[in-house]
């Protein structure tokens, strides 16, 4: 059997044929020419964008006979050792399927003994993220401090996997995803070698479906060269990728934007006809809709579209939908695709789709200009009525004070506004029990708002206090306005604080909280009414101030209070 498969054989041998990742080989070839060699990379990145291959040339540069050079000669005896295989110096590891301590030791014990015929020994570690946790600590001594004539390169598509302890000791390469361009620019110069006669739209469709890896690239190339007869021709490269051609998608694009729900399902019949698989075209689908809506927003930014090629019937599709159109087909069917996953007759949910797609803006397109009448008289007569409030005001009858007045009183005002009729509610039934109770478990309670994820909301209180208390509220004074205004405007952080209380009171508590600037004024305005009303201005709810500051100075034994 001496066919191989074209990724194999055009793999690159040079930096030069590592194509996309510019940004590594170039790094990579200056170190070698000033002989700065780390003892450790890490490769990382998706599947088949070179990783391994870097790896492998990196391994032939370093030991090439004519070192120190940029790329490897490929023609002495060491570069050719290396390409076939035949030098055990340069050792290429599945970890994979050998991912144990055991193989991790043996490693750890062989890079001690100097190389056979090469200047170094280098060690390719391919899918290292794979390694168990025990065979990572293994090689974690070996990769801190390695003998000189020992490099490692370790590759993986997974490199938050990998303990930072490992990453710390490598220089790391992130390899990216190949743009389409870049992919169809290398399957164009393999064609050619090769002789193959292919259609140049026919590449574009594989590079779209390879997603950015080379080799799937090729390993597709490879699939339609076999499929075609003498050319491979685009319809070849849509069945061997399972894609939808552009020319289908655009003409259900079209249906669905006339609004024609009959021919839709038409053009769908004839799709599943010809043996597409439901799930696949509805991501296409979604594909297409969704270059449409960065096409419309970023005409220049060709790479960034996934599906679609920038043909003349597309570009005139895509001045006609608007992109709240593009956001509520894409919607559609999205939702489709998950309801497709759990069926198994998920052509129901397909055709349900196209209709629900070619039906979409019709009951806003279909009001009639007689229904839309009355709506503009109604406007019209609000209209009017506004404009003669404007010139004339609002006139009430007088029942306490003007609803013109009160609004200009409540729109004047700024900042936090406590509610004065919930405080004095609870400032006539506060006791002093009440209060020590909630002071008592102040200090816990903070300690458990801050174990519930909301420390920066129990900074809140730092510079707050309960200041009175009744058997069914509390009051909490804040220093700060802005602190008490984001304190009440957290629902969340109010439900969690009134839960714990609960924990601790057995109870639940309406919490109430005002500035202190306000405390002081109704504080002062409900002691005189309460003297007015014939009460003893002692109020057991809250100590005085300098009371209070005067306990926390001297403690309650040295404090005596005289009236």
């Known amino acids: 059997m001496s066919y191989q498969a074209l990724y194999r054989v055009w793999r690159p041998q040079s930096f030069i044929d590592v194509v996309g990742q510019e940004h590594v080989t170039k790094t990579l070839q200056n170190a070698l020419l000033q002989e700065k060699i780390s003892h450790a990379y890490l490769f990382s990145g998706p599947r088949g964008t070179g990783k391994t291959s870097a790896a492998k040339i990196l391994a032939k540069a370093v030991n090439c006979e004519r070192a120190p050079i940029n790329e490897p000669c490929n023609e002495c005896p060491t570069c050719k050792g290396i390409t076939d295989g035949s030098i055990q110096d340069v050792i290429e590891i599945d970890a994979a399927s050998n991912n144990g301590v055991e193989e991790i030791r043996d490693i750890r014990d062989k890079v001690k003994y100097a190389p056979n015929v090469a200047k170094y020994k280098v060690y390719i570690v391919d899918e290292v993220h794979m390694l168990s946790i025990g065979a990572f600590n293994a090689l974690l001594k070996t990769l801190e401090e390695p003998p000189k004539h020992v490099i490692f390169i370790l590759a993986t598509t997974e490199p938050h996997k990998i303990p930072l302890t490992i990453i710390s000791r490598c220089q790391r390469f992130d390899f990216k995803r190949i743009t389409a361009q870049a992919i169809v620019g290398r399957m164009k110069l393999i064609v050619e070698e090769t002789g193959v006669k292919c259609e140049e739209q026919a590449l574009h469709v594989i590079a779209r479906a390879a997603e950015g890896g080379m080799r799937d690239a090729l390993s597709l190339l490879d699939q339609a060269i076999s499929f075609s007869q003498d050319e491979v021709?685009?319809?070849?490269?849509?069945?061997?990728?399972?894609?939808?051609?552009?020319?289908?998608?655009?003409?259900?694009?079209?249906?669905?934007m006339e609004r024609n729900a009959a021919q839709g399902l038409e053009f769908l019949e004839e799709l599943l006809f010809q043996g597409k698989d439901p799930a696949r075209f509805v991501e296409d689908f979604i594909l297409y809709y969704r270059d449409?809506?960065?096409?419309?927003?970023?005409?220049?930014?060709?790479?960034?579209?996934?599906?679609?090629?920038l043909d003349e019937e597309f570009q005139q599709l895509a001045e006609k939908v608007q992109p709240e159109e593009l956001y509520e087909l894409i919607e559609v069917l999205n939702k489709a695709q998950q309801e497709m996953r759990w069926t198994n007759h998920p052509r129901i949910?397909?055709?349900?789709?196209?209709?629900?797609?070619?039906?979409?803006?019709?009951?806003?397109?279909?009001?009639?200009?007689?229904?839309?009448q009355p709506l503009l008289q109604k406007i019209e007569h609000l209209e009017s009525e506004i404009s003669l409030l404007k010139r004339q005001g609002v006139v009430v009858q007088d029942d306490g004070q003007p609803a013109v007045q009160k609004k200009a009183q409540r729109s004047s005002r700024k900042g936090f506004q406590a509610p004065i009729g919930k405080v004095n509610e609870i400032l006539k039934q506060a006791t002093k029990n009440d209060l020590m109770a909630i002071k008592s478990n102040w200090g816990e309670m903070l300690s458990r708002l801050a174990h519930?994820?909301?420390?920066?909301?129990?900074?809140?209180?730092?510079?707050?206090?309960?200041v009175a208390a009744s058997p069914t509220a509390?009051?909490?004074?804040?220093?700060?306005e802005i602190h008490c205004q984001m304190a009440m405007d957290n629902a969340r952080f109010l439900d969690i604080l009134s839960s714990i209380m609960y924990e601790l009171l057995g109870k639940r508590l309406q919490l109430v909280g005002i500035p202190d600037e306000q405390w002081q004024k109704v504080r002062e305005n409900f002691l005189n009414s309460q003297q007015d009303?014939?009460?003893?201005?002692?109020?057991?709810?809250?100590?005085?101030?300098?009371?209070?500051?005067?306990?926390?100075?001297?403690?309650?034994?040295?404090?005596?209070?005289?009236?």
């Open 533 to 563: 009303n014939g009460v003893s201005e002692e109020h057991p709810n809250e100590e005085e101030p300098l009371i209070a500051e005067a306990k926390k100075l001297f403690g309650d034994d040295l404090v005596e209070i005289i009236d």
């Open 292 to 309: 449409m809506l960065l096409f419309k927003a970023a005409p220049r930014l060709e790479e960034t579209l996934e599906r679609v090629m």
């Open 349 to 372: 949910f397909l055709e349900v789709a196209i209709v629900k797609l070619c039906q979409l803006d019709r009951k806003g397109s279909s009001v009639a200009a007689g229904d839309l």
């Open 452 to 466: 519930n994820q909301m420390r920066s909301q129990a900074a809140l209180l730092n510079e707050a206090e309960p």
């Open 474 to 480: 509390f009051i909490i004074k804040f220093k700060y």
């Open 233 to 256: 021709t685009m319809d070849d490269a849509l069945t061997v990728t399972g894609a939808v051609s552009q020319g289908f998608l655009n003409k259900l694009a079209l249906a669905v």
